[in-house]
């Protein structure tokens, strides 16, 4: 399962900061759909994402009925990305 879409960067300040932007709720009906053929645990969901010309394996996360994709720091420095910014982001998921 292939999906593309647009969402804001934000910031999460608990005790292991990171960088996120939340899928949108109807990708998020089609990853709920298939999470079960893929989830390892906690609901999480195994991708491949890419933002511009920077790609990368990472899962996942559920949060308040929605999935989150987490945005490494060399992403973010390779697309010059900051908190705010609208961003495209392609997933990619092996069913």
Same mark, same amino acid.
């Given at each position: 399962?292939?999906?593309? %879409? =647009?969402?804001?960067?934000?910031?999460?300040?608990? &005790?292991?900061?990171?960088? %996120? !932007?939340?899928?949108? /709720?109807? /990708?998020? @009906?089609?990853?709920?759909?298939? $999470? +079960?053929?893929? =989830?390892? @645990?906690? @609901?999480? #969901?195994?991708?491949? +994402?890419? !933002?511009?010309? =920077?790609?990368?394996? =990472? $899962?996942?996360?559920?949060?308040?009925?929605?999935? !989150?994709? &987490? #945005?490494?720091? $060399? #992403?973010?420095? +390779?697309? *010059?990305? /900051?908190? *705010?910014?609208?961003?495209?982001?392609?997933?990619?998921?092996?069913?």
């Amino acid at each position: 399962m292939n999906l593309e %879409f =647009t969402g804001e960067m934000w910031f999460w300040k608990g &005790p292991a900061p990171w960088h %996120f !932007i939340t899928v949108p /709720e109807e /990708e998020c @009906g089609e990853l709920a759909a298939t $999470s +079960a053929l893929v =989830t390892y @645990g906690w @609901g999480m #969901v195994p991708v491949r +994402a890419q !933002i511009g010309g =920077t790609g990368w394996q =990472t $899962s996942l996360f559920p949060k308040d009925g929605r999935y !989150i994709v &987490p #945005v490494r720091a $060399s #992403v973010r420095k +390779a697309e *010059g990305l /900051e908190v *705010g910014d609208m961003v495209t982001v392609r997933l990619a998921v092996d069913v």
